[in-house]
Each structure stands twice: as C-alpha cells, then as structure tokens.
C-alpha cells in the first residue's frame, strides 16, 4: 500500500484547531478526514457560547481558513463575511460566524465526520496484523488504526498520519487537593451541585443560582468570568452570596493582571471588574482553601484540610483541565512529566513560568514523538497548562502540515506574534 497516496491524515476534533489543521493541509493538496465526537463544528465552545473571548477575531481566524472562507468554490459562492478584525467574539459567535462556515465550505464539508467519537489509536500493517506499542520492526511504515464510535456502532478508519486536536474540555481537573476528587466529589456531581466549568449565570443557569450561596474555586479566567457574571447577577439579586475559593493566597498580581497595561484590553478589564468586586464586598475570598470532602444533603457541605466547612448551594470548578490520554495509550508518547504536554513543548509552557503571552512559537519539531506521523496540537498540546491561545495553535498546525507535505523548511520557520501580559501569569 503507498499510504501517502492512499490514507488521509486522520484529524480529531471539528473545533478552530482541527478546522485550520484541515484547511492547511487541503491547501497542499494533502487529503484529510476530521472527526467530530459532537454533532455540529465547535461542539465543544457551544457549551460555553455566552463567555466573551479576550482575544479580538484577529487572533482567532486561521490565515489558510480565511483564505478557504474567501475562495469561491463549485456551486459555493464566497460570500463569507469577514468579522471585524478588532470585535472580540463570544464562543457563540465564533462558532457561528466562523466555525460553521468553515465546516460547509465544499473543501471540508465530505471531509467531516460528525458523531464519531475516536476511542482508540494504534498501528496495523497492511496485512492487517496488528502493533501494539511494545512492537518496533517497522513501525514507522505502518498505518494508524483509529477505532471510532459511532450512532451506528464501532468503526475502523486507516490513516498515514494524526494529528489529535481534541482539546480538554471533556476532562476538567477535580475540585479536591494533590490532584484528585475530594472525598464525595462523585456523589456531589451526580447530585447537581457541582456545575460545569463556565456556567451561564445570566443566562441559562440564572434560576439556579440566584439568591444562592455560590463558591467559585480556581484563580484563572474561567473563575474570573464567572465571578463577573454572578457579580452581576447579585445587583439583580442581592441574596445570592458568592465565594471565591482559592487554592493560594490573594497575591493581587496573580488574581487581576496587567489592567490598564495589558495589550489585550479586554483581558486587562477582566482583571480590573474583579477587583472591584472583591473590594467592593460583593467576592469574598477564602485563601488556602484546599477541599478534602465533600457531603451531599439538603445542601453542600465544604471541608477543607485546615477545618474550615463552608455550606454552599453550588460549587463552579474553575479549576483547569486535562487532557485525556486514554485513547492513545496504545501510542508511543513522549510527555514532559508535569504539565503532560510533548517533552520539548512542556518548558516552553510551564504556568509556573510562562503567560499565554509569553509562551514562544513553536511547530512540528517541538510537537513530534516517538510515534513518527502523530501530533497533539492545540489546547490538548498544552496539556494541564492553562496558558493556550488560538493564535498558537493556528501556527502549531501549519508547521505540521508543512512537516507533512515534505516542506522541510517551512515546516521549521514558525513565528508569532501574541500580545502580553496580563491575567495569563504574574
């Protein structure tokens, strides 16, 4: 079999990553196949659709989507309209006016696979003999073997190559201490009390937490939304009492960012709303906060290392992500190993370290493994770190598709321009 004649690369994930990974690569005439565990584009970012990015459509279009979007096409006239480059979008927003359009342009649309959740890669000869990881002797000329479940049952799929553009919102970090769930943590999900990630507390989830006592834990930008948004719900409701639980202590640096300084205004306004609620009265802050139990009943008791209990109606964990390495475990993976990003890639994006401003550029080489042709890019490149823009993954996945279209050189030549400072890092 001649796989780079014969196989697409295989992408996982229809979401900003995955769709300019496939626009790059088409722009090469290389062939791919996307598939998308949800049923529509950026399935995930619809979950949270009211949240406003801090980065303006500049930062979040792709430079070969964009030219996909602007190319008339066989029964397809161009007629997308591109956004104003300094309004910065909602997750809806970006999915509708972008996303969507993406994914229907004539190029992508018989190239997308919705409902078809990947659940295990490997390696498989021609002959069909199978390789499990621990199998060496030829592997870099084997196929990758993609299981994928489907409305319709399990399926195969070959491919010359992947590239897992996933993203981590499915697998959020828990709300207890060292990494793991908090004694009772299942029981208090499977019992509504904790919420997803980014709740709409003006939207949707309003009924719900209005008048109520409400703790968000995490010190990020989820936490920071959050907060804002229940803050606002508050003038509306005054009863409703909001917490904001940290794992630290209040280092004003950390929690509110570069403000007026920060070249992403809107980010540097995050920083700015959240200060003034928590000055104001309408946050209060619990430091050192490290929960060790949690106990389901009327409402939700909070325990933490040091004593302290805190009854609660709903808990937010704003508390990060991780990627879920469950489907790859048959793959040979090299993993920096704290933040589970590509080795290379790991101390380029250290939190501890680096801002999402602050992270350089990088491409294929800082994103390749032991397993020749297979790509974490995108959020799920970042592993646990919470330092991940659009704008960094969009080069991630033309330097790749460079890499795999035999163009050396500009696989190697990355550059990116990211603004700095702010809420990203101290």
Aim: charge should be negative.
């Amino acid at each position: 079999m001649d796989r780079e004649n014969t196989l697409p690369v295989i992408i996982i994930g229809a979401g900003p990553i995955g769709l300019a990974a496939a626009a790059q690569l088409r722009e090469r005439d290389q062939e791919v196949l996307v598939l998308e565990a949800g049923a529509t584009p950026g399935a995930a970012i619809s979950n949270w659709g009211h949240i406003k990015l801090f980065s303006t459509w500049r930062y979040n279009i792709d430079p070969a989507a964009r030219r996909l979007l602007e190319t008339p096409a066989p029964g397809y006239a161009a007629d997308w309209q591109t956004p104003r480059a300094a309004h910065l979008p909602t997750g809806a927003e970006l999915v509708s006016e972008y996303l969507v359009p993406l994914a229907e342009h004539p190029e992508l649309a018989p190239r997308i696979r919705y409902n078809h959740r990947v659940t295990h890669v490997s390696r498989v000869h021609d002959d069909g003999k199978g390789l499990d990881r621990t199998r060496t002797a030829g592997r870099e000329a084997t196929a990758f073997l993609i299981r994928v479940a489907t409305p319709g049952g399990e399926t195969e799929i070959l491919g010359r190559a992947v590239l897992d553009a996933s993203g981590t919102w499915g697998t959020p970090n828990p709300v207890g201490r060292s990494g793991l769930e908090a004694l009772g943590e299942a029981e208090a999900r499977r019992c509504g009390f904790i919420t997803s990630p980014l709740p709409d507390p003006l939207g949707e989830d309003q009924d719900r937490l209005a008048g109520k006592t409400v703790m968000v834990l995490g010190a990020g930008h989820s936490a920071a939304n959050t907060l804002i948004s229940l803050g606002r719900l508050r003038q509306r409701h005054p009863e409703t009492r909001i917490l904001w639980g940290l794992r630290g202590t209040a280092d004003p640096v950390r929690l509110y960012g570069g403000g007026a300084a920060d070249q992403l205004p809107a980010r540097g306004q995050l920083g700015a709303s959240l200060r003034r609620l928590v000055e104001s009265g309408d946050v209060t802050i619990e430091e050192n906060f490290s929960i060790t139990r949690l106990v389901s009943g009327e409402r939700l008791s909070v325990l933490t290392a040091d004593e302290r209990e805190l009854i609660v109606d709903a808990l937010v964990p704003a508390t990060g992500f991780r990627p879920d390495l469950r489907p790859l475990a048959e793959l040979r993976l090299d993993l920096d190993p704290a933040v589970e990003a590509p080795r290379a890639l790991g101390s380029l994006i250290d939190p501890e370290f680096h801002s999402c401003g602050t992270v350089p550029a990088h491409g294929e080489s800082v994103l390749a493994h032991p397993e020749s042709g297979f790509y974490l890019v995108g959020a799920k490149s970042y592993g646990r770190a919470p330092t991940f823009l659009l704008a960094t993954g969009y080069e991630q996945v033309r330097s790749v598709a460079a890499a795999l279209s035999g163009d050396r050189c500009a696989a190697d030549a990355v550059e990116l321009e990211l603004a700095s400072t702010g809420v990203c890092s101290g």
